[in-house]
T-cell receptor, first 111, second 116 residues
Framework: AQSVAQPEDQVNVAEGNPLTVKCTYSVSGNPYLFWYVQYPNRGLQFLLKYITGDNLVKGSYGFEAEFNKSQTSFHLKKPSALVSDSALYFCAVAGAGKSTFGDGTTLTVKP | DTGVSQDPRHKITKRGQNVTFRCDPISEHNRLYWYRQTLGQGPEFLTYFQNEAQLEKSRLLSDRFSAERPKGSFSTLEIQRTEQGDSAMYLC??????????????FGQGTRLTVV
């Protein structure tokens, strides 16, 4: 079975500060890891993925994530947060089939 | 718009009625997923198709739920004898997958079901 844990329901940061949204996973075999973002009244949007290769992956809107195999983590990061980054963020893990999602982390960036 | 589209966007039904939702994936995508999302939770997997074949169905899915993807194009999700616990947002997603490799999914805006 595969699973994802997002240990923080809420993350608050000030605009311009770095942000981190945490994710740990469990899966058999090589993991496929994803981050998605959900804005109010909109569908989930893909941000970035790790399939293989470099442990640091870059995605949309200046976000990046670091894959750490020994810690089974895939934390989402951004060097300088924007108010417009405020949204609900989901981490997901997949084997060859379906993706399993965490329960989400609400990011609030205050001016 | 060439994204994933779902119809209807909202559905209110009385308990015990049957409902059917439609999903049109991105045209070249061979995989189609159905998820269910309730407030405060992440999307919960229901089922997925590779072309027209239904490859996996969640054990959480009762036999009141059925999904089809005829000819590997659009998909329908039917819920029979709806219950109040079925109230949720039903999400459809599609992706282009090669053999055993997984890739990112593109989601529709969902169908919000309210059972009264």
């Amino acid at each position: 079975a595969q699973s994802v844990a997002q240990p923080e329901d809420q993350v608050n940061v000030a605009e311009g500060n770095p942000l981190t949204v945490k994710c740990t996973y469990s899966v058999s075999g090589n993991p496929y890891l994803f981050w998605y973002v959900q804005y109010p009244n909109r569908g989930l949007q893909f941000l970035l993925k790790y399939i293989t290769g470099d442990n640091l992956v870059k995605g949309s809107y200046g976000f990046e994530a670091e894959f750490n195999k020994s810690q089974t983590s895939f934390h989402l990061k951004k060097p300088s947060a924007l108010v417009s980054d405020s949204a609900l963020y989901f981490c997901a893990v997949a084997g060859a089939g379906k993706s399993t999602f965490g329960d989400g982390t609400t990011l609030t960036v205050k001016p | 718009d060439t994204g994933v589209s779902q119809d209807p966007r909202h559905k209110i039904t009385k308990r015990g009625q049957n409902v059917t939702f439609r999903c049109d994936p991105i045209s070249e995508h061979n995989r189609l997923y159905w998820y269910r999302q309730t407030l405060g939770q992440g999307p919960e997997f229901l089922t997925y198709f590779q072309n027209e074949a239904q490859l996996e169905k969640s054990r959480l899915l009762s036999d009141r739920f059925s999904a089809e993807r005829p000819k590997g194009s659009f998909s329908t999700l039917e819920i029979q004898r709806t219950e109040q616990g079925d109230s949720a947002m039903y999400l459809c997603a599609s992706s282009l997958n090669h053999l055993t490799m997984n890739t990112e999914a593109f989601f529709g805006q969902g169908t919000r079901l309210t059972v009264v």
